[in-house]
T-cell receptor, first 114, second 114 residues
């Protein structure tokens, strides 16, 4: 199971772009990278998933370099409501005992200020 | 309908009680998950069901007993819990175990053991 490392916390201001980087040095060939958002007293919410290069959806972009040992979640023009914990996960979609396990690391607490 | 419904929202139980947590989804998902989350910590995976069969048990103590009576329902039976088992219990579902990394989480059951 690939371990992930993220900054414990980040601060930003409304309207800014926020980039949260996750390190996953021992990612395996068939692992996918996924990000979740969690507000207090709620379940996590899926944001985006990727394997390599760049993925974009209506909420965020995910940048993955060629060596796949890190990834960056980019949130454009954040607002106060984006204050939450953001989790980076590396998920085995190939097979084996860890197949499909969604294992959460420590996450990054993002605080958006007015 | 992209909702995972958990009941009850709050539960207080004594150490000698038996209680059950319930989870329901009507998205046709065939993978369902139980997580435990302590305050200011990431969710910890407890169990995974795939096509109503237990697929992953993360060495959870036997005082927690999962059950998947059909493809839409997931229960967690609780017996002889300890105060340290107090936490937010989250249920999640996904299309299939290992098909992708998008899971839908419920709001959780806040459990207090006294």
């Amino acid at each position: 199971l690939a371990k992930t490392t993220q900054p414990i916390s980040m601060d930003s201001y409304e309207g800014q772009e926020v980039n949260i980087t996750c390190s996953h040095n021992n990612i395996a060939t068939n692992d996918y990278i996924t990000w979740y958002q969690q507000f207090p007293s709620q379940g996590p919410r899926f944001i985006i998933q990727g394997y390599k290069t760049k993925v974009t959806n209506e909420v965020a972009s995910l940048f993955i370099p060629a060596d796949r040992k890190s990834s960056t979640l980019s949130l454009p023009r954040v607002s106060l409501s984006d204050t939450a914990v953001y989790y980076c996960l590396v998920v085995n979609l190939a097979g084996g005992t860890s197949y499909g396990k969604l294992t959460f690391g420590q996450g990054t607490i993002l605080t958006v200020h007015p | 309908d992209t909702e995972v419904t958990q009941t009850p929202k709050h539960l207080v139980m004594g150490m000698t009680n038996k209680k059950s947590l319930k989870c329901e989804q009507h998205m046709g998902h065939r993978a369902m998950y139980w997580y435990k989350q302590k305050a200011k910590k990431p969710p910890e995976l407890m169990f995974v069901y795939s096509y109503e069969k237990l697929s992953i048990n993360e060495s959870v103590p036997s005082r927690f007993s999962p059950e998947c009576p059909n493809s839409s329902l997931l229960n967690l039976h609780l017996h002889a819990l300890q105060p340290e088992d107090s936490a937010l219990y989250l249920c999640a579902s996904s299309q299939e175990q290992g098909r992708n990394t998008e899971a839908f989480f419920g709001q959780g059951t806040r459990l207090t053991v006294v």
